[in-house]
């Protein structure tokens, strides 16, 4: 049956604890930002690195680096720290994809 194949296509599955809107993340110091990252895409660590430039805020950003050999994770220098706009969070998945992007406390 049509109706239920479609059904079944737009399942969305959603675990989550915690929901804040974005626009209050930057009045709060404690946020981190993770952000997975394939380590030998050149290109898109160059347009990571404006997209960072571009939003620049008060929370830490750590970049996760993944490759063939496994993953790494590095934080960020201070002066490279972000503000986790609605505009930044979009940015970065349009460049990396869904499932990049981690915002926790």
């Known amino acids: 049956n049509l109706k239920r194949q479609l059904k079944l296509v737009y ?5 989550l604890k915690n929901i804040t809107a ?3 993340l930057h009045f709060n110091n404690s946020y981190k930002i993770y952000v ?4 030998n895409d ?9 997209i960072i430039k571009n939003h620049q ?5 750590f970049i996760a680096y993944k490759d063939e050999v496994g993953k790494e994770l590095i934080e960020l220098p201070e002066n490279l720290r972000v503000n986790p706009s609605r505009e930044f969070i979009i940015e970065l998945v349009n460049l990396l994809g869904e499932g990049t992007v981690k ?3």
């Open 22 to 24: 974005i626009s209050k």
């Open 57 to 61: 805020g008060r929370h830490r950003i």
């Open 42 to 50: 050149k290109n898109k660590l160059r347009e990571l690195k404006n």
């Open 11 to 15: 399942t969305i599955k959603l675990n």
């Open 103 to 105: 915002i926790k406390k």
């Open 36 to 39: 997975l990252v394939d380590r």
